[in-house]
């Protein structure tokens, strides 16, 4: 089997939903690692848009099988609801979609504690408000519910009981809803119905396609590497590890099986939520790629903040992943700038560093040292080759490569399937 890992390196949103879906023509088995509903992957095709939160993207092409792996955290409404309106369109997804026994629920109070905190601390990060974070620090604490724990009702009822206690403290302190166990239980056994059949191992299933040399497994990772909760921008991240080493984890795979890692960074750089961002553009500038580009999110619908392409943070990233190949995404939206900004630095303590300097105290202080390059005015959103493409859209391109050491694979020039060119 060939297994290969997709990740974004920015700050999410980088337009992997349509890059998996794209690869996905060619792969077996699509698996998310990691991340919950607070994930929005977009994907035009045929000119239907479908955003999708929880289901791989690969669900899209009809002749893959998907799965969602014991790193990921299941609102189990959120996915009923996603099956549903996906097989209302036509998809076939039950029958399509595995989960892991061993993947977390996100139950009521979960989301609610998110929101609560978010609304109250002075210096919220910004979350999606889908209760991620405190569906994960249930799982650290270990009074988290798993997906294969819903079969044993007697067993679920007394984990349910844990479980509350502990979110007790909270919601009492805060005088929130006080949720009964047996309320609980039946939220779960009604949103889990329609797909409790295929809730199995999927361990030995993907050990067994390992053995298969002709097999395509894509591991699909959700936000960026920015918002890794190791190596992002703490505390304003997600509350996953959303980097490649996380797939392995996330899926039960050795690291020995993967060989390739695809990250994925946009054009440009977008950020949702508060934290730092060395290279936002709050100009006119800055107004014209969020126009552009139709930056909103597609989990919140709140505006993104837009900056110019760091290439400090994007080999720092690329490092990390270990990135065999790049996709860069959204490029058409750089059309008409006469001119293009790339951070190639950092100023920092009066010098110019390359190296990025990783802890949030000194990535507070940093301002971006800038290189500016030509733009261009054709319209390039129907090129299909990189030799069409205008010279200083190449030159750009070249930068980027040279200076991650990293060859591109793909690029982006438009929403729609098809608006991809293939190096
Ligand atoms: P949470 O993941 O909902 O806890 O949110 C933590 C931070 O990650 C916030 O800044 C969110 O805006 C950001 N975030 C979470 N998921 C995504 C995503 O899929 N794209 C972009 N930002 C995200």
Redesign the pocket.
């Given at each position: 089997m060939t297994c290969e890992i997709m990740v974004g390196l920015q700050?999410?949103?980088e337009g992997k939903g349509k890059v998996i879906d794209c690869l996905s023509e060619k792969a077996d088995y699509i698996a998310r690692f990691q991340?919950?509903n607070?994930?929005?992957h977009t994907v035009i095709c045929g000119g239907t848009k479908t955003i999708l939160h929880l289901i791989p993207s690969g669900i899209l092409q009809n002749h893959t099988h998907c799965m969602l792996g014991n790193g990921v955290v299941i609102d189990p409404s959120v996915l009923t609801e996603e099956i549903r309106k996906l097989e209302k369109s036509g998809i076939e997804v039950t029958s399509r979609l595995l989960i892991s026994p061993l993947a977390h629920l996100i139950l009521p109070w979960h989301r609610e504690i998110?929101s609560f905190i978010e609304e109250q601390k002075s210096n919220a990060?910004?979350?999606?408000?889908?209760g991620?974070?405190c569906a994960y620090a249930d799982k650290k604490a270990r009074v988290g519910i798993r997906m294969g724990d819903i079969f044993d009702r007697q067993r679920l009822k007394k984990l349910l009981e844990e479980s509350l206690w502990h979110a007790g403290f909270f919601l009492k302190n805060n005088d929130k809803k006080r949720y009964e166990v047996d309320e609980v239980l039946a939220w779960i056994e009604k949103n889990t119905a329609s797909y409790r059949h295929r809730i199995q191992n999927i361990i030995p299933i993907l050990h067994r396609i390992a053995s298969d040399k002709k097999k395509l497994l894509l591991c699909e990772g959700?936000?960026?590497t920015l918002?890794d909760i190791d190596f992002g921008t703490y505390p304003?991240?997600?509350?996953s590890n959303t980097t490649a080493g996380a797939a392995g984890i996330g899926l039960g795979l050795a690291p020995q099986h993967f060989r390739k890692v695809t990250g994925i960074a946009k054009a440009y750089t977008t950020?949702?939520?508060?934290?730092i961002f060395p290279t936002e553009d709050t100009t006119e500038d800055g107004k014209r790629l969020a126009e552009k580009g139709q930056e909103y999110?597609?989990?919140?619908g709140?505006p993104r903040r837009c900056g110019w392409l760091d290439l400090v943070s994007l080999r720092f990233a690329a490092q990390i992943n270990g990135v065999t190949s790049l996709v860069i995404t959204k490029l058409d939206v750089l059309k008409g700038f006469e001119k293009i900004r790339i951070c190639t630095g950092y100023y920092l303590n009066d010098q110019v560093c390359t190296e990025y300097p990783v802890q949030t105290s000194l990535l507070e202080k940093v301002k971006p040292s800038y290189i500016e390059m030509d733009g261009w005015e054709e319209d390039i959103s129907s090129i299909q080759s990189f030799e069409e493409l205008p010279m200083a859209a190449r030159r750009y391109l070249r930068f980027i490569e040279e200076n991650l050491q990293v060859p591109i694979s793909m690029v982006s020039v438009g929403p729609g399937r098809h608006q991809i060119i293939t190096l």
């Amino acid at each position: 089997m060939t297994c290969e890992i997709m990740v974004g390196l920015q700050w999410g949103d980088e337009g992997k939903g349509k890059v998996i879906d794209c690869l996905s023509e060619k792969a077996d088995y699509i698996a998310r690692f990691q991340g919950g509903n607070n994930a929005g992957h977009t994907v035009i095709c045929g000119g239907t848009k479908t955003i999708l939160h929880l289901i791989p993207s690969g669900i899209l092409q009809n002749h893959t099988h998907c799965m969602l792996g014991n790193g990921v955290v299941i609102d189990p409404s959120v996915l009923t609801e996603e099956i549903r309106k996906l097989e209302k369109s036509g998809i076939e997804v039950t029958s399509r979609l595995l989960i892991s026994p061993l993947a977390h629920l996100i139950l009521p109070w979960h989301r609610e504690i998110d929101s609560f905190i978010e609304e109250q601390k002075s210096n919220a990060i910004g979350t999606t408000k889908r209760g991620i974070g405190c569906a994960y620090a249930d799982k650290k604490a270990r009074v988290g519910i798993r997906m294969g724990d819903i079969f044993d009702r007697q067993r679920l009822k007394k984990l349910l009981e844990e479980s509350l206690w502990h979110a007790g403290f909270f919601l009492k302190n805060n005088d929130k809803k006080r949720y009964e166990v047996d309320e609980v239980l039946a939220w779960i056994e009604k949103n889990t119905a329609s797909y409790r059949h295929r809730i199995q191992n999927i361990i030995p299933i993907l050990h067994r396609i390992a053995s298969d040399k002709k097999k395509l497994l894509l591991c699909e990772g959700a936000q960026g590497t920015l918002l890794d909760i190791d190596f992002g921008t703490y505390p304003y991240v997600t509350s996953s590890n959303t980097t490649a080493g996380a797939a392995g984890i996330g899926l039960g795979l050795a690291p020995q099986h993967f060989r390739k890692v695809t990250g994925i960074a946009k054009a440009y750089t977008t950020r949702v939520g508060e934290g730092i961002f060395p290279t936002e553009d709050t100009t006119e500038d800055g107004k014209r790629l969020a126009e552009k580009g139709q930056e909103y999110g597609a989990t919140t619908g709140r505006p993104r903040r837009c900056g110019w392409l760091d290439l400090v943070s994007l080999r720092f990233a690329a490092q990390i992943n270990g990135v065999t190949s790049l996709v860069i995404t959204k490029l058409d939206v750089l059309k008409g700038f006469e001119k293009i900004r790339i951070c190639t630095g950092y100023y920092l303590n009066d010098q110019v560093c390359t190296e990025y300097p990783v802890q949030t105290s000194l990535l507070e202080k940093v301002k971006p040292s800038y290189i500016e390059m030509d733009g261009w005015e054709e319209d390039i959103s129907s090129i299909q080759s990189f030799e069409e493409l205008p010279m200083a859209a190449r030159r750009y391109l070249r930068f980027i490569e040279e200076n991650l050491q990293v060859p591109i694979s793909m690029v982006s020039v438009g929403p729609g399937r098809h608006q991809i060119i293939t190096l």
